[in-house]
């Protein structure tokens, strides 16, 4: 019987929602065998509780010293949890700190490891499905067998959620030692900032807004849909917008139910990050531009046009 482990991720105490998308894709995959979470931290009961409605069963490594992410303690009790119960498969966030851990891990269970898979297919052997040269090119990564597979999971592409109603268990397992780093501080992002991967509604804008003035039209309209604006890099790197506003391959990847892109050319680097919206409408004076290759819809026109007129549409039906 297959068991998929998916390895929940904590940030400030709060459950990060990738780990729902952990299971997700667990739930997909393990055909008539388990997708079973892992939850590490201390005063994690509540997290376990939500966890156990995506999984058939839940592990809880509870300690006060692991209050704080630290690479080594993870490892440290996930390889005591995995030489009790044998994982087939386990599934990492490929956040920044699933990319550090997973290959430690992977390394002292001494299995392989594909990193950032955006696809898991385990019918016939094991095909991971991954982007490479930035983006250019999709790969299958076919790997070979062994007893068991570590992978790191793209955020964001595994929304399909499976409910179920697993049991939690306390592991009872502890740090076998003292970390050699020590947690000192951990410094938070601006706060009232959003996360665009998150939002079903995104408003993003390219280099066609022209000028940080304009950024104000983006936020009419997404307060209008109810959204959230995002932005190509120039956007970004004009310092229009902070970073973590940015779609793309080296920005968020964001799959919404309606993504709108605004003076957005619609470079490959950009469309990786947000092709698989539900819908895509874009506006570009560029009837040529690449942007409409990807969008159902699409405005030929200035955006400076279209948006006013699609706020005031939009507050005249709200009324
Ligand atoms: C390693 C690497 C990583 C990268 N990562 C990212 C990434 O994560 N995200 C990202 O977005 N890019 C990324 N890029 C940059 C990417 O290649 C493009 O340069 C970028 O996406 C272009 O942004 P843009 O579409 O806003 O600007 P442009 O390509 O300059 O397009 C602006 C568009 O606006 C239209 N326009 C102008 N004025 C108006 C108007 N008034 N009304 C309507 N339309 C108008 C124009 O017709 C044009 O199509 C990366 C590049 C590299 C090399």
Redesign the pocket.
């Known amino acids: 019987m297959m068991r998929v482990f998916a390895v929940a991720e904590i940030s400030s105490g709060e459950l990060d929602p990738v780990s729902i998308e952990l299971l997700n894709l667990a739930n997909a995959i393990k055909g008539d065998g388990s997708a079973e979470a892992v939850v590490i931290g201390s005063d994690i009961s509540a997290h376990a509780e939500e966890l156990s409605k995506h999984a058939d069963k839940v592990w809880k490594i509870e300690d006060s010293s692991l209050e704080h992410y630290n690479p080594e303690l993870y490892v440290d009790v996930l390889v005591q949890l995995f030489s009790k119960e044998k994982p087939d498969v386990v599934l990492v966030a490929n956040s920044s700190r699933g990319a550090e851990y997973a290959p430690l891990l992977a390394v002292k269970l001494n299995t392989p490891i594909v990193t950032d898979i955006v696809g898991l297919d385990l019918s016939n052997g094991v095909k991971a499905t991954r982007y490479i040269f930035?983006?250019k090119l999709l790969v299958d990564v076919f790997v070979k067998e062994a007893e068991s597979y570590v992978f790191t999971v793209r955020q964001g592409v595994f929304k399909d959620e499976c409910s179920a109603q697993g049991e939690v268990v306390d592991s009872g397992i502890k740090p076998s030692a003292k970390a050699k780093r020590e947690f000192v501080r951990i410094v938070e992002p601006e706060a009232g900032e959003v996360d665009i991967s998150q939002a079903d509604i995104v408003v993003s804008?390219?280099?066609?807004?022209?000028d940080v003035s304009n950024i104000e039209l983006a936020e009419e309209l997404a307060e209008a849909l109810g959204g959230v604006v995002a932005?190509?890099?120039?956007?970004?790197d004009s310092g229009w917008l902070p970073k973590d506003r940015?779609?793309?391959?080296?920005?968020?990847t964001v799959k919404p139910k309606l993504y709108l892109?605004?003076?957005?050319?619609?470079?490959?680097?950009?469309i990786?990050?947000m092709k698989d919206s539900e819908l895509i409408i874009a506006?570009?004076?560029?009837p040529e531009?690449?942007?409409f290759g990807v969008a159902q819809y699409g405005i030929v026109?200035?955006?400076?046009?279209?948006v006013p007129a699609l706020v005031e549409k939009l507050r005249e039906i709200k009324g």
């Open positions: 930035q983006g804008v390219g280099r066609g807004i022209d932005g190509s890099r120039p956007v970004i940015q779609v793309g391959i080296s920005g968020k892109a605004l003076g957005i050319s619609g470079a490959f680097q950009h990786m990050g506006v570009n004076k560029d531009a690449p942007i026109g200035d955006i400076f046009e279209v």
